[in-house]
């Protein structure tokens, strides 16, 4: 069974950088993975900040970037804000319509 | 503009069953493959179930299968998601979500508010 892996927790001081990671429990991320970003704060439907590894959708500040680090998708924050607190799910296509959830990583801005 | 609006969660026991559906506007309901996705309280999200925009490919994750039963009406422009046997680690709230541009791909996407599901005696 295909796991996503992400880092449960992650803190970033205001008008900071933090990097976000996705892999893969056996293999690496690649952009054949479509991979998408997704934020959610607490009582909210998520929104999607990234889809196909780097395009922002709409709407989404360009302090939010996407790309492939080494074998793992990658969300950047540049400049974090307060209300950029949330959590972020990274989203992986497997193909024949299948998409698998990472656990999503819990991001403190303080 | 595109809206998701789900309805048909509620309190349920252990073993029952329910019926969730999602009225679709703003788009063309029969081009997209469609979705269910839930969240546990305090957990993340969930992949539970996908179905092709014809209703002829259906996908089920394997906490799920055999017990959810997702269809679509295309001339009504509604997602149904079907529950049976329920167990109390099927609570959650359940988003409807369209996941999928039209060509099939994980592209832009739109998500419903959710509606609760409670299993519980």
């Known amino acids: 069974q295909t796991v996503v892996t992400q880092e449960p927790s992650f803190s970033v001081s205001p008008g900071g950088t933090v990097t976000l990671t996705c892999g893969l429990s056996s293999g690496s991320v690649s952009t054949s993975y479509y991979p998408s970003w997704y934020q959610q704060t607490p009582g909210q439907a998520p929104r999607t900040l990234i889809y196909s590894t780097n395009t922002r959708s709409s709407g989404v500040p360009d302090r939010f970037s996407g790309s492939i680090l080494g074998n793992k998708a990658a969300l950047t924050i540049t400049g974090a804000q307060a209300d950029d607190e949330s959590d972020y799910y990274c989203?992986?296509?497997?193909?024949?319509?299948?998409?698998?959830f990472g656990g999503g990583t819990k991001l403190t801005v303080l | 503009e595109v809206q998701l609006v789900e309805s048909g969660g509620g309190l349920v026991q252990p073993g029952g069953s329910l019926r969730l559906s999602c009225a679709a506007s703003?788009?063309?309901?029969?081009?997209?493959?469609m979705h269910w996705v839930r969240q546990a309280p305090g957990k993340g999200l969930e992949y539970v179930s996908a179905i092709s925009s014809n209703g002829g490919s259906t996908y089920y994750a394997n906490s799920v299968k055999g017990r959810f039963t997702i269809s679509r009406d295309n001339s009504k422009n509604t997602l149904y998601l079907q529950m049976g046997s329920l167990r109390a680690e099927d609570t959650a709230v359940y988003y409807c979500a369209r996941l999928f541009d039209s060509s099939g791909y994980p592209t832009t996407n739109y998500w419903g508010q959710g509606t609760l599901v409670t299993v519980s005696s």
């Open positions: 989203v992986l296509y497997m193909g024949s319509g299948i998409l698998v």
């Open positions: 703003g788009f063309t309901f029969s081009s997209y493959a």
